[in-house]
């Protein structure tokens, strides 16, 4: 009989880590803006910081311990870590103690002020496993921060709620930046913030949406993880608006999500025939805010005292009302109020506005109902300082003149006019030396007062004639260049009002009457020039996967009759086992020549690669996917694979429960209501089965459960809540009960459902990348499984070849790994399905 010979490693489980701080002075400091003075001040009075680090061996092999001493490549950085922001021993502002083996090892000490927007201090270090002589990572941070005692000084607060490092495998979506400006300890009211990415050498601008980045112009960035990368830099340029005037203050997060969060379900986004809207509760509203004692915007906004104010809204009821349905209004100083309702069948659209009293201060905007039978739908909300009517009519903020009416009178013109532009812009030079304005008479087809020519941030005076025909039609015309015609321009705060004023007397600009602008968060004042104020703070975000102990798991010997067996990895973390860890490495699986011989997370090895009764092998995980992983690329056009006559494949219904699994990777989100990534159906004795993965064009799941048409008056089609990004690998799986319901999991994460229409299916097939004639997907399909809790039934479409030979690609395997081949997909309009190449081919590699 051969002798048997096996390999066992020994595999020590992660030393747990313990971080405690110890400090000698003040972490936050205090700084009078007057004086420009700290207290303390770190040139006289040092701070000390000491993170002891302790090693506990779970199974007790070695003794707990400070380890401080054992500490190599001590390191300390400021906010970022990179050898740009290393603290090195020529920084006389910081002291590191690197000397011998003492607990005290790592030490820093601080002889600097700390900046006004904090600054976060990063201790690294190694330290080798004495058990098995691995390094392990040490790593803390610490926060300095400053009180400013007066609101004089601007600052930018700095804070990663999430940290600024990537992991992979947390399964989170987002991570966040916060660069907020301070003025004083209060968050500044006409803030700008400019988002820049690094791409090269050079910083572009961000805009909202880009790559699914959001708060683009807010000081709160969110980045989707997979954006990222390796590194990612960013910069935000945080300036000032010289004042507010018109500036909506009220931006669509402070009445959907501030709302929300006080009380889910306030404010409900939507969209109909009129557009998008929220759908507000008046009730809950109310209630939230303390029945109507608190400020409906949460205190955000800062009244001036005597400022006047315009509250607009674009709105309209659900249903007839028998009274007054959702009330604004305002609550003054001294106790009186006006208010600004909808009436009880204002069912169709309507701009609604009220302008606070003059010489009044505004207390508080507070919110109420008469009565709350239906919700009333919020197309627009917008709040701005008043300092007069603005009689431009139509758009003011960004308005494109070429020889356009600004103005259309509906009486006859006063004596004179005054207008006003912050900025302007020649869109189309034609012989534009300056821009002009006068007033026509329509009837005559004749100019009735002077041409006045009026540059950027200057008031020009129109100036009527005498002796006008007050039975004809008259208007202001706006010109991109001096005198008659010719050229394309656009005005910013474009401010026309009645009277002569000078520069200085002239009324700050007001948008026009039933003029909607976004505020600073929603995208507004874009186009404002630098102040000199402005704060530049840089930030790096990168990706780091987690250190893990690698295990593999496969039977250390095997009788003589096996034939084939299984072996499969698990990675150990700190934080537990990564659940489906294929979705974050790549397992190349390599004999003792170091040849690759196959790839996945789970593999099987065949008894005909034994020599002489052994076979060695290994495995090193690669991060990120780089070894060859196959996958479908369908276009998005007309691009399907299917199969009309599935041999014996029942999606669900039929003896006990199936799940279904999908990997995949999105170009893009449908344009259209939703891209259809698999659909499956079979034939039982009782009907037809079906069952489909979709993407909506909102970025969410859709699960198809379904079957014979009628059969079924419950719908059992759901909407999944977890979005789905752009350039991400997703794994979904669905559990479907005989009865037809069913539970989702999105990378391991549960989906919650919401109803959402229903499915008919009347025959059997299988179907990827889209039904016959619509609803295409655009991206890559990995694989797709079906399969019942025993794996006795197990159907895998994973594009991968088999022992080298393509020809497999598109058949089904069994959960052995071996060709079924009883189902093959058959490609339509896929001329290039031949072409299976890495890059370019309808197959390729992730």
Same mark, same amino acid.
Not at 107 to 132: C, M, Q, S
Not at 234 to 245: F, G, H, Q, S, W
Not at 386 to 405: A, D, I, P, Q, T
């Given at each position: ?28 400091? !205090? ?54 922001? @290393? ?6 502002? &910081?002291?590191?103690?690197? @000397? ?59 804070? &990663? ?8 495998? #947390? ?23 400019? /988002? ?6 050079? &910083?572009?601008?961000? #805009? ?39 500036? !909506? ?9 501030? /709302? ?54 674009? /709105? ?42 003059? *010489? ?27 300092? *007069? ?65 009026? !540059? ?15 039975? =004809? ?27 002569? &004023? ?35 703070? $840089? =930030? ?8 893990? @102990? ?43 020549? *170091? ?15 034994? $020599? ?47 799940? =279904? ?9 449908? $344009? ?114 079906? =399969? ?8 895998? /479409? ?49």
């Amino acid at each position: 009989m051969a002798k048997a010979l096996a390999k066992t490693r020994k595999r020590y489980t992660p030393l747990d880590l313990a971080y405690s701080s110890s400090v000698s002075g003040a972490l936050n400091q !205090n700084y009078d803006a007057s004086y420009q003075t700290y207290d303390p001040d770190r040139g006289l009075v040092p701070l000390e910081i000491l993170f002891t680090v302790r090693a506990t061996d779970p199974k007790k092999v070695i003794d707990p311990g400070i380890i401080n001493g054992k500490l190599t490549d001590v390191r300390w950085y400021e906010n970022v870590v990179d050898e740009a922001h @290393n603290i090195t021993d020529g920084n006389t502002a &910081y002291v590191i103690d690197r @000397n011998g083996n003492s607990d005290s090892r790592g030490k820093l000490t601080v002889k600097k002020n700390t900046p006004l927007e904090g600054v976060v201090l990063i201790f690294t270090a190694k330290y080798t496993d004495p058990r098995n002589g691995k390094v392990v990572n040490v790593n803390a941070t610490i926060s300095l921060g400053v009180t400013v005692s007066t609101d004089e000084p601007l600052r930018v607060k700095v804070d &990663y709620p999430y940290g600024q490092v990537v992991d992979p495998t #947390e399964n989170r979506d987002i991570i966040e930046i916060d660069n907020i400006l301070y003025r004083g300890d209060e968050e500044y009211e006409g803030s700008i913030y400019r /988002w820049l990415k690094k791409e090269g050498g050079d &910083y572009t601008a961000i #805009e909202e949406g880009d790559n699914g980045i959001t708060g683009a112009y807010t000081g709160k960035l969110k980045v989707p993880c997979h954006v990222v990368g390796k590194r990612l830099d960013l910069r935000c340029v945080t300036d000032v608006l010289p004042d507010l005037a018109g500036v !909506n203050l009220v931006s669509k997060a402070m009445i959907s999500d501030d /709302w929300n969060a006080l009380k889910s379900g306030i404010s409900t986004p939507g969209e109909d025939a009129d557009g998008k809207y929220f759908a507000i509760d008046p009730g809950m509203l109310y209630s939230a805010f303390n029945s109507g004692a608190r400020d409906v915007f949460g205190g955000k906004i800062k009244y001036k005292p005597g400022q006047q104010y315009r509250l607009s809204v674009k /709105w309209k009821l659900q249903g007839v009302l028998a009274s007054k349905g959702w009330i604004f209004y305002f609550v003054y100083a001294d106790g009186s109020k006006d208010e600004l309702y909808i009436s009880k069948d204002q069912t169709s659209i309507i701009i609604s506005s009220l302008t606070s009293a003059t *010489g009044k201060t505004i207390d508080r905007i507070a919110s109420t109902y008469g009565i709350n039978t239906y919700r009333a739908n919020l197309y627009d909300i917008q709040l701005v300082e008043y300092h *007069g009517e603005n009689l431009v009519e139509g758009r003011s903020k960004e308005r494109l003149v070429n020889s356009s009416f600004i103005h259309k009178f509906t009486s006859v013109p006063a004596k004179n006019y005054s207008i006003r532009f912050d900025k302007s812009e020649t869109i189309e030079a034609s012989g534009a030396t300056s821009r002009s304005f006068q007033i026509y008479d329509k009837t005559a087809s004749a100019r009735v007062s002077n041409i006045t020519n009026v !540059n950027d941030g200057e008031v020009g005076v129109i100036i009527v004639n005498d002796g006008i025909d007050p039975s =004809h039609e008259f208007g202001v015309i706006a010109y991109a260049k001096q005198g008659l015609g010719g050229g394309i321009a656009k005005f910013y705060n474009l401010m026309l009002v009645e009277g002569e &004023y000078t520069d200085d007397a002239m009324p700050a600009y007001t948008p026009a009457a039933d003029e909607f602008v976004p505020a600073i968060a929603d995208g507004g004042e874009r186009w404002q020039e630098l102040s000199g104020k402005e704060i530049t703070t $840089d =930030h790096v975000l990168s990706t780091q996967y987690p250190r893990c @102990n690698t295990e593999i798991v496969a039977p250390s010997m095997i009788l003589d009759d096996t034939s084939l067996f299984e072996a499969s990895v698990i990675m150990h973390s700190s934080r537990g086992d990564i659940a489906n860890p294929q979705l974050y490495w790549s397992f190349p699986w390599k004999d003792k020549t *170091g040849a690759v011989f196959a790839r996945g997370s789970k593999i099987f090895i065949k008894e005909d690669q034994f $020599d002489n009764g052994e076979f060695d092998y290994s495995v090193d995980p690669v991060e990120g996917l780089n070894e060859a992983k196959w996958a479908a690329n369908f276009n998005g056009i007309d691009q399907v694979l299917r199969n009309d006559n599935p041999s014996g494949i029942v999606p669900w219904g039929y003896e006990s429960v199936r799940t =279904h699994v999908i990997e995949f990777i999105a170009t893009a989100i449908p $344009d259209e209501e939703l891209a259809m990534l698999v659909q499956i159906s079979g034939k039982l004795s009782s009907g037809i089965r079906g069952f489909a993965f979709a993407i909506l064009n909102n970025g969410k799941m859709q699960y198809r459960v379904g079957g014979s048409a009628g059969e079924f008056p419950a719908s059992l089609v759901r909407e999944g809540t977890i979005d789905i990004l752009p350039g991400k690998l997703y794994r979904v799986e669905v559990d479907i009960s005989l009865d037809g319901t069913f539970k989702a999991r999105v990378n391991g994460q549960e989906d919650s459902l919401v109803t959402k229409g229903g499915a008919n299916y009347s025959s059997a097939f299988i179907g990827m990348g889209g039904t016959t004639s619509a609803n295409f997907f655009t991206g890559k399909i990995l694989r797709y499984i079906i =399969h019942d809790a025993t794996s006795s039934i197990y159907h895998e /479409w994973d594009f991968q070849p088999t022992n080298g030979d393509r020809a497999n690609m598109l058949k089904n395997k069994n959960h052995k790994g071996s060709v079924t081949g009883n189902s093959p997909l058959a490609p339509r309009n896929i001329p290039e399905i031949d072409n299976v190449d890495p890059e370019n081919g309808f197959f390729v590699t992730i």
